[in-house]
């Protein structure tokens, strides 16, 4: 049974910085691709980023594109999402989700195609 759990959320000023963690449980599951999704309130579940580790590629939201950026700790078996320049609209619950194989382009920013969800860290940006 895979569990994801994110953490590092809380309250920053906008400009400010934050990192988000996702540990991923049991530390034999291996992923190769990893997403983080963000759900604000009333609206659906949004792309953030993707990341490919085996292809070497990442894709981004126009909305956060050279903000964010991702990264992971494989012997701790823990991804990040490092977070600059927040803004208010980038306030919402950020999920992790990790996929041991690739998704074609198109399919990258649908949450349908993955399978694994934690319970998500809230991120609040005041202005």
């Known amino acids: 049974q895979v569990q994801l759990e994110e953490s590092g959320g809380g309250l920053v000023q906008a400009g400010g910085s934050m990192r988000l963690s996702c540990r991923i449980s049991?530390?034999?599951?291996?992923?190769?691709?990893l997403a983080w999704f963000r759900q604000a309130p009333g609206k659906e579940r949004e792309f953030v980023i993707y990341r490919d580790w085996s292809g070497g590629r990442t894709y981004d939201a126009d909305s956060v594109k050279g903000r964010f950026s991702i990264s992971r700790d494989s012997a701790e078996n823990t991804a990040y999402l490092q977070m600059n320049s927040l803004k208010p609209e980038d306030t919402a619950v950020y999920y992790c989700a990790p996929r041991v194989n690739r998704l074609a382009l198109s399919s990258i920013r649908g949450p349908e195609h993955y399978n694994y969800w934690g319970q998500g860290t809230q991120v609040t940006v005041s202005a």
């Open positions: 049991p530390r034999t599951f291996r992923y190769n691709v």
